[in-house]
């Protein structure tokens, strides 16, 4: 008898030396180091060459590593013309989830390699600046090969360079949300590569999973949910009517974490680190606070606390950056840790085909004879 598991809760599906998500405790290891540890001292480059690698890079490995990044920002012009012919209802998300299906990255399509990762991570934010800037009816901006990786992107969406306490924050958020063990959009490319198709397929599959709301679409809901809520006054009554009325709080709940998620943790130090300038910071702080306890009165035992979301939407409020870029930004950073799952279940695959409980009818005749 198969055991049925909904949503594959407490299933592992492969062995993972990449991260590792402790909810009960509310714990993050990348590769041996605890997450928030390791983006401290390092900046986006580094992490992903330790996600990847297994390891922190020299600085020799580092200068190589962010100049080949560099070198594969720009867009071919076939990307750009696909872009730009986009109607102007597609949202960044689908852009991005489009732009990217149409790479074609150097080499065989199997196995997939690092320079093929680096190649789609390298883009990345290129096409996300690209059709925001056509969306806005504004000239794109080419990439800028002397700026790091999300300096860049700030760069190309702004046309200027940015704060470097801008940059930073946003960084902190990139490096903070790379990996999360099997998440839904981590295992969605883990299943498209076991067929052993190639990583463009894969990481176009992980986007579609990511834009989902109970995924990666949240951190703009967090920002939607604090404008209706507008003031101090308002939070607990507008958060009672949510939950009387069955609807979820935005940023709040995890499938792994029981307690306070680390990145959150780590994400709203950054935020208070402009408290001053941060709008809806001190509104923030107290629907935090009031949605915490609302939570444990209307939900017991269901142990729901701030996402990494919660808090994403504080740095992106932070540095100003366009509400319909929220879940691009984060899908910017995950196809590193989509990446690092893509080589690894390559390394040592096997077809993931996992079974189903079959509810449906019977036929009523007897099974036909192929005899
Ligand atoms: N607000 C109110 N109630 C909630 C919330 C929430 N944010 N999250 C969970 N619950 C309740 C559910 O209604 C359910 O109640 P019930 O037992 O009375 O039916 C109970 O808590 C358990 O919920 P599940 O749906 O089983 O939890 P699951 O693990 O499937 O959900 C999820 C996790 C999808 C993130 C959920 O907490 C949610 O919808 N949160 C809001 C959306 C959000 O913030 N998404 C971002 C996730 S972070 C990320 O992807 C990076």
């Known amino acids: 008898m198969i055991e049925l598991r909904i949503g594959l ?9 990449i991260s590792c998500v402790n909810g009960e405790k509310g714990e993050l290891i990348y590769r041996g180091y605890w997450a928030e ?34 070198n594969r920002r720009v867009l071919p012009d076939y990307v750009k013309t696909i872009i730009k012919s986009l109607p102007k209802e597609t949202t960044p998300m689908a852009a991005l989830r489009t732009a990217i299906s149409s790479l074609t990255v150097p080499g065989e399509s199997w196995p997939p390699t690092q320079t093929q990762a680096m190649d789609i ?7 996300i600046a690209y059709h925001y800037r056509v969306q806005q009816g504004k ?4 990439p800028d090969t002397s700026l790091d990786h999300i300096a860049n992107y700030l760069y190309m969406l702004h046309g200027e360079s940015p704060r470097a306490s801008f940059a930073r924050a946003l960084e902190t958020y990139c490096m903070l949300s790379m990996d999360h063990d099997m998440n839904a959009s981590t295992f969605t490319s883990r299943v498209v590569t076991a067929t052993e198709a190639d990583i463009v397929s894969a990481i176009t599959a992980a986007i579609g999973a990511l834009i989902g709301p109970l995924h ?18 308002n939070a607990e009554p507008w958060l009672r009517e949510q939950l009387e009325s069955g609807k979820r709080l935005m940023g709040f ?5 029981k307690t306070y998620d680390p990145r959150a943790a780590a994400l709203k130090v950054v935020t208070q680190q402009f408290s001053d300038e941060s709008p809806l910071f001190e509104l923030s702080l107290y629907v935090e606070e009031v949605a915490i306890r609302l939570l444990a009165e209307y939900k017991p035992g269901r142990n729901l606390y ?13 540095i100003d950056m366009p509400r319909e870029l929220y879940t691009p930004t984060f899908c910017l950073s995950r196809i590193a840790g989509w990446s690092a799952h893509v080589m690894e279940q390559a390394a040592n695959n096997r077809l993931i085909r996992p ?13 036909p004879s192929h005899v």
């Open 355 to 367: 079974s189903v409980v079959y509810v449906g009818k019977r036929p009523e005749t007897p099974p």
């Open 216 to 233: 990666g679409g949240a951190p703009s809901k967090v920002d939607d949910m604090l404008d209706e809520i507008g003031t101090k006054d």
């Open 121 to 127: 991570l390298a883009k990345a934010p290129t096409i």
């Open 253 to 257: 709940g995890h499938r792994v974490y």
């Open 37 to 70: 540890e390791a983006v401290k001292d390092h900046g986006f480059e580094a992490v992903v060459h330790l996600l990847w690698h297994g390891e922190f890079p020299t600085s020799d490995q580092l200068s190589a590593f962010k100049r080949d990044l560099a």
């Open 306 to 318: 701030p996402n990494l979301e919660f808090w994403a939407a504080g740095v992106m409020r932070t």
């Open 139 to 142: 000239e794109p901006i080419e």
């Open 9 to 17: 809760e407490g299933v592992a599906v492969a062995e993972s030396e």
